[in-house]
């Protein structure tokens, strides 16, 4: 996706990667009960496939994401976490 100079100027490259991995996360996370290809991701997260991959790469190495060539989810063991967390978050609020 291109942006101005301006933007470009003002941009934190970490930061800018940062957000990619967020980004891809969070769309994990909303559509857990699916496996997508980089490709797919890329599309639906209107980054360029590549850097999908790597961020895909590394959360593959961390235990995030689980693959089935050449498919990606989270992990069961990720899913579990957050069910914990989402399950924490309920009962304080009943509070």
């Given at each position: 996706m291109p942006?101005?100079?301006?933007?470009?100027?003002?941009?934190?490259?970490?930061?800018?990667?940062?957000?990619?991995?967020?980004?891809?996360?969070?769309?994990?996370?909303?559509?857990?009960?699916?496996?997508?290809?980089?490709?797919?991701?890329a599309e639906?997260?209107?980054?360029?496939?590549?850097?999908?991959?790597?961020?895909?790469?590394?959360?593959?190495?961390?235990?995030?994401?689980?693959?089935?060539?050449?498919?990606?989810?989270?992990?069961?063991?990720?899913?579990?976490?957050?069910?914990?967390?989402?399950?924490?978050?309920?009962?304080?609020?009943?509070?």
């Amino acid at each position: 996706m291109p942006i101005t100079r301006e933007q470009f100027e003002k941009s934190d490259f970490k930061q800018r990667a940062i957000n990619n991995e967020d980004y891809l996360l969070e769309f994990l996370k909303k559509n857990s009960n699916m496996a997508y290809t980089p490709v797919e991701l890329a599309e639906s997260l209107k980054r360029s496939s590549s850097i999908i991959r790597q961020k895909l790469r590394r959360l593959l190495k961390a235990g995030i994401v689980e693959r089935k060539v050449p498919q990606y989810i989270l992990s069961k063991k990720v899913l579990k976490s957050i069910r914990r967390q989402n399950s924490k978050k309920k009962s304080r609020s009943k509070k």
